[in-house]
């Protein structure tokens, strides 16, 4: 009975020796996989990153041209007003001379 005990010991270090190295073997699979992973989300990070870069860039630079645009437009109007200078002088005379005119 003592060496079926010891057979039964030994086959119990090797199948606790296998479980051990099969946990290790998934220790190290879920890590290289984790680091895959990781790897590839910061690659897809960084190239959306640079995507939205040049989106930002694209929009700031059709915005400037559109304010430049609205800018001539409106500089365009104003030179082209001709200055009403009785109305100005009325409307000094009401605010300066007492009573007003």
């Not at 040049?54 to 059709?62: F, G």
């Not at 007003?81 to 007003?100: H, I």
């Amino acid at each position: 009975m003592s060496d079926t005990l010891k057979k039964l010991l030994s086959v119990e270090k090797q199948a606790a020796a296998l479980v051990a190295e099969a946990e290790a073997e998934a220790r190290g699979l879920t890590a290289r996989a984790r680091a895959e992973v990781q790897k590839r989300h910061e690659e897809a990070a960084k190239a959306k990153a640079v995507e939205l870069a040049e989106a930002l860039d694209t929009e700031r630079a059709a915005l400037a041209a559109e304010r430049e645009k609205r800018i001539a437009a409106f500089r365009a109007e104003l030179a082209d007003r001709k200055p009403d200078a009785s109305a100005l002088a009325q409307v000094l005379d009401k605010l300066v001379v007492p009573g007003g005119a």
